[in-house]
């Protein structure tokens, strides 16, 4: 054998063994199993929001009820937020939140309507790097009369946002506040009554806070609410894949990286708040021209033709 013969042969060992190593440090396949739950009532059930063992990933498992008496229902893991719809290319998952409810002759309240500390969910709009924000449109509402409202942040305890409601003897009242901007990951409300004897031509009432998707609901929905005849309210959820700040850091690991389809994107989360921004996590779509879920092996699939007018 010249020498020329044994170079390519000792190239060719060479990355063969390279090849190998590759191979070994390669995440297995992940396949979802079989008998996962695919569907709760009426509400389709996708990777990676799952039921059961190695069906979810962190942070997206569910419950589903099975009474007899009634419908199946589908909750969030803790089983306190029932679940509506879940929107897995827009990135939100919709559910039902409580009514608070303030009596006349009560001075003060202080009640966490939603937590989602060490949960993957916020519920405010959530942008994401060199693509399209996802959206929610959610509002505090306040209906009744002689009330200071303030938003709490509960780690702090700090005051974020305030509004007050104010009625005449022939006059109801009620106040928003926004929360697609607002920069925490649970809602905390200070409830504190006007003091009576220093206002004139006012009459104290009941009070009732809920947070609403202004653009899932209407007027006559809210009103249906404040008047006691729906106890049904929704609020959008953004939803994102944490463990990682970054796309770029989340690919360090292959074992936990979500974006799993060939035909997948992934983008940074942004939370821009005081001017100042910073990534708490990212978010994974298909490829222009794919549709379908990024999150399973070749999931992304379908070469969808653009269409022209």
């Avoid at 996708?46 to 589903?64: A, D, V």
């Avoid at 202004?214 to 959008?236: C, F, H, M, P």
């Avoid at 708040?273 to 990024?294: A, H, I, K, R």
């Amino acid at each position: 054998m010249g020498w020329v013969e044994l170079l390519l042969l000792l190239l060719t060992l060479s990355s063969m063994g390279l090849t190998n190593v590759e191979g070994a440090s390669t995440k297995e396949p992940f396949t979802l199993p079989s008998n996962c739950t695919k569907r709760c009532g009426n509400i389709s059930i996708e990777y990676p929001f799952g039921i059961g063992n190695r069906c979810y990933r962190p942070g997206f498992n569910l419950t589903c009820t099975n009474d007899t008496n009634q419908p199946p229902r589908l909750f969030l893991g803790d089983g306190k937020l029932e679940i509506t719809r879940i929107d897995l290319d827009n990135g939100t998952v919709s559910v039902m939140t409580p009514i608070i409810t303030m009596g006349v002759d009560e001075e003060f309240i202080n009640v966490t309507l939603i937590d989602l500390r060490n949960w993957p969910y916020s519920l405010k709009s959530l942008d994401l790097q060199n693509s399209y924000p996802r959206y929610t449109y959610n509002h505090l509402y306040v209906s009744g009369c002689s009330v200071i409202v303030d938003l709490l942040d509960p780690t702090t305890n700090r005051t974020i946002d305030t509004c007050t409601t104010i009625c005449t003897s022939n006059d109801n009242s009620q106040c928003r506040l926004g929360l697609y901007d607002w920069n925490s990951t649970s809602l905390v409300v200070r409830l504190t009554r006007l003091n009576q004897s220093d206002l004139h031509f006012l009459n104290a009432s009941s009070i009732k806070v809920f947070v609403y998707d202004s653009y899932n609901s209407t007027i006559d929905d809210l009103q249906r609410i404040v008047k006691g005849r729906s106890s049904e309210v929704e609020t959008a959820l953004s939803w994102y894949i944490k463990g990682y700040p970054t796309c770029e850091e989340a690919k360090k690991n292959m074992k936990t990286y979500a974006c799993i389809s060939p035909n997948s994107d992934c983008y940074d989360v942004i939370n821009y708040y005081n001017y100042t921004d910073y990534n708490f996590g990212y978010f994974c779509q298909c490829s222009v021209n794919y549709q379908g879920n990024p999150y399973l092996p070749n999931g992304c699939q379908g070469n969808i033709p653009h269409l022209f007018v």
